[in-house]
């Protein structure tokens, strides 16, 4: 590495009243740009935690440019990726991006996989600091044996396939059976649970797939287990979520009232959000409906149940062996108490039949390049405040630096502490002096390596192209799904 001198001017030139970069005065940034250096930072991944620090970058220092890199030819990660085709509202941020994105400062090189058509190291030459905000591509395996027999698949995979990412466009998910099981109790749970009980007609006017929506058309899944090896108390759904599963079109819940003794006196002491969350757990589980709700429970022809204190033992052959035909539950108790509650198997088992295992229990993030600090066990970048460990001018923010947790507004936060330190080493001249030459070393390395990065205004066309394919079907959009077809709409 060429990085030598840490200090982004030297100290004795450095007035402690006046800090190169323009965070608090608009004029002092102007003064900046005549007499110095342009920090060129370099941000890898366009999900909310590369947009987000690329927006607090942007905005508190008058000078920085920065590139995003991300590996899709299409930015937004997860907000396109991720977020249920049903909840529109969240896509929000997107225009916020967007006008980040087209800031004369910040410029998107999508398609352009980082640690293979170029590596950190590279980019850490040509730019003073480098952020890495890569997210968590990969599913936390069960671990448990028959899990690799068709008809399993990871919730991540089948999130894709209906949310139009290239790579999971093959999965055919197989929705000939009757029962499916979800085995993990979190939002990503809910939302596939949802997307596969809601009446496809309801999903017709969202940016789901075309071929998503067939395939629910002619989906015989009629009922759907969202299984947790601990309690109610314990879940990690939150109450939209739930409130969403209770209402949701032609679906009844199945909760087992037993699974609630008790819980009404423990849920005085929780905080108030996971109150509420029980009380309406509870309402559902214990509550006899009123008459209309009884009603429109027993048209139901679809069910979802939550099946508590079960964890994954076993997924089980059907009779041939050729694919999976129920799920081996260890039947659990719960031991200690509040944070530390851990689930213990009674040694009794249940078998519960089905034709689809969806896990949902977690992601983690893949090492980047063997350059980087990794931690296997956390699945996540080793930092102290976005520094990462032992590499100066390394920053990391969002699900990679703190682990797949927590919402899009909790990846925001995070994402703004991350440049607000490397702000702030910019300024205590931690960060390289001189010039940078940023993107232009990069085209070099690339165009030589016969890539050719995807820039936001070609991303503004596919946009355009999605909307209008979208709009005879009276969807936001229609998804571009195939990477090829993409690239061939950009006349490449
Ligand atoms: P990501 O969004 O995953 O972004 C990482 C980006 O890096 C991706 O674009 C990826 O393609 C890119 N990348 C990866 N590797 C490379 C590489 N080698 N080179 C270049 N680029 C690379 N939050 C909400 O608030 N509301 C919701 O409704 C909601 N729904 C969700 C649904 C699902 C299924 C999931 C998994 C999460 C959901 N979240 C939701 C959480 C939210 O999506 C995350 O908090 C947020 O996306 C994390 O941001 P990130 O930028 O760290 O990761």
Redesign the pocket.
């Known amino acids: 590495m060429a990085l030598r001198c840490w200090r982004w001017w030297p100290r004795s030139a450095w007035p402690r009243t006046r800090l190169p970069f323009a965070g608090s005065s608009p004029g002092f940034g102007q003064r900046f740009s005549t007499q110095e250096t342009t920090p060129q930072i370099c941000v890898?991944?366009?999900?909310?935690?590369?947009?987000y620090t690329a927006q607090h970058l942007l905005k508190h220092h008058a000078q920085a440019h920065v590139d995003i890199?991300?590996?899709?030819p299409v930015?937004?990660?997860?907000?396109?990726?991720?977020?249920?085709p049903d909840?529109p509202e969240?896509k929000n941020v997107v225009s916020t991006f967007t006008q980040t994105a087209r800031s004369q400062r910040c410029a998107f090189r999508g398609h352009?996989?980082?640690?293979?058509d170029v590596t950190v190291a590279e980019l850490r030459e040509a730019y003073h600091a480098v952020v890495l905000?890569?997210?968590?591509?990969d599913h936390r395996a069960l671990d448990i044996p028959g899990e690799r027999l068709p008809g399993v698949l990871s919730?991540?995979a089948f999130?894709g396939w209906y949310n139009g990412l290239p790579e999971n466009q093959a999965l055919a998910p197989d929705l000939s059976c009757d029962t499916a099981v979800i085995v993990g109790q979190g939002?990503?749970a809910l939302?596939v649970a949802r997307i596969l009980l809601t009446p496809p007609e309801h999903l017709e006017r969202t940016d789901i797939t075309e071929a998503a929506l067939q395939a629910l058309r002619q989906s015989r899944v009629k009922t759907v287990w969202i299984v947790g090896r601990r309690g109610p108390l314990q879940v990690a759904f939150t109450i939209k979520e739930l409130r969403e599963m209770t209402q949701l079109p032609g679906t009844r819940p199945i909760l087992d009232p037993a699974d609630f003794l008790g819980l009404q006196d423990r849920i005085q002491e929780v905080p108030r959000p996971r109150k509420r969350l029980m009380e309406l757990l509870l309402r559902a589980a214990t509550e006899q409906p009123g008459q209309e709700e009884a009603a429109r429970r027993a048209r139901a022809s679809r069910a979802w149940g939550l099946r508590f204190f079960r964890s994954p033992e076993q997924v089980l052959p059907s009779a041939d062996g050729r694919r999976a035909a129920g799920v081996r539950l260890a039947v659990t108790r719960l031991e200690g108490a509040g944070e530390a509650t851990r689930a213990v198997p009674t040694g009794d088992t249940e078998d519960l039949p089905c034709g689809l295992v969806l896990s949902s229990v977690g992601?983690k993030s893949?090492p980047?390049d063997p350059s980087v600090p990794f931690d296997p066990k956390l699945g996540v970048i080793p930092n102290t405040e976005g520094r990462v460990v032992d590499e100066p001018g390394l920053y990391c923010?969002?699900?990679?630096?703190r682990g797949?947790t927590?919402?899009?507004?909790?990846?925001m936060t995070d994402?703004f502490l991350t440049g607000q330190t490397l702000l702030q080493d910019l300024r205590a001249g931690l960060l390289p002096a001189g010039p940078r030459p940023g993107y232009a070393a990069i085209q070099a390395l690339l165009s030589g390596r016969g890539v050719r990065p995807v820039s936001f205004s070609d991303w503004e066309k596919l946009d355009a192209e999605e909307v209008a394919r979208g709009q005879g079907a009276g969807k936001p959009r229609e998804k571009l799904v195939d990477t090829q077809e993409m690239l061939r709409l950009l006349g490449r």
Request: charged share 15%.
């Open positions: 890898v991944g366009s999900g909310p935690a590369g947009f890199y991300e590996k899709q930015p937004f990660g997860l907000v396109r990726f991720g977020v249920a909840h969240v352009v996989v980082v640690g293979r905000s890569y997210g968590a591509e919730a991540r999130v939002n990503v939302d992601y893949r980047i923010s969002g699900w990679v630096k797949p927590g919402v899009i507004a909790t990846t994402s």
